[in-house]
C-alpha cells in the first residue's frame, strides 16, 4: 500500500478494497493480507474498514522479510506496486501482478527466477502514475495468473481431506506495496 496522494506508486484506497473482495469472491476462503511500511498502519488500518465487515478474512501487517518469505511462499497470489516486496515475490515464483507508474518497467519489472508468472500493469511511456491504473485492469490481470493450486474449503465433518495442489500453497493472497 502507499498512502500518500502525491506517490507516483499510490493506487487509491476504494480501489485496493474492491481488489480485495473481488479476491474474496473469486476464492471464498482466502486470507487476504494488507501489508505496508509502519509508517502506514494507519492507511492499512482506514483501507481494511473500507473494504467493510462483508470481507472478514483480511489482515493487516507490517512484516519483517522473513516473515514476508515465508508467506510469499505459500500465497497464492500477490499485487503490489513497484516495490522491493514484488521482486521478493518474483524471485520465490509466487504469481505476482506488479503496478507500475513513472518507471519503466522494461527496466524494472520483478524477474522471476523460479518461472512464477509476473503480470505488469502499467509504466511508461503510456502510464505516469498507479492512480492511472484501473481496477478492471488489474483484476483481469489478477484472473489470468496461473494457478499455483488451493487446497479444498475446509471439511464441515472434520474428517480428513487430501490436499488439493503442491503442498506449499495456501489460500493466501497478498496485497502490498510499501
Request: charged share 15%.
Amino acid at each position: 500500500m502507499r498512502a500518500a496522494d502525491d506517490d507516483v506508486k499510490s493506487w487509491p484506497a476504494d480501489r485496493w478494497a474492491a481488489l480485495a473482495q473481488t479476491m474474496t469472491q473469486a476464492m471464498p476462503h482466502a486470507q487476504i493480507l494488507f501489508c505496508g511500511s509502519p509508517a502506514e498502519a494507519g492507511y492499512l488500518r482506514l483501507l481494511k474498514a473500507a473494504v467493510g465487515p462483508t470481507t472478514p478474512a483480511i489482515e493487516i501487517a507490517a512484516l519483517p522479510l522473513g516473515r514476508l518469505k515465508a508467506l510469499l511462499d505459500i500465497a497464492h497470489s500477490m499485487v503490489s506496486v513497484d516495490t522491493g516486496p514484488a521482486h521478493l515475490a518474483a524471485a520465490l515464483g509466487c504469481p505476482l501482478v506488479v503496478l507500475f507508474g513513472g518507471r519503466s518497467p522494461r527496466t524494472w519489472a520483478p524477474r522471476s527466477g523460479r518461472g512464477g508468472a509476473v503480470s505488469v500493469v502499467g509504466g511508461l511511456p503510456e502510464c505516469q502514475r498507479v492512480d492511472q491504473i484501473q481496477l478492471e485492469t488489474v483484476v483481469d490481470a489478477w484472473h489470468r495468473l496461473p494457478s499455483r493450486g488451493v487446497p479444498d474449503a475446509p471439511s464441515t465433518d472434520n474428517a480428513p481431506r487430501p490436499r488439493q495442489g503442491p503442498p506449499s500453497t495456501s489460500p493466501l493472497a497478498v496485497a502490498e506495496g510499501a
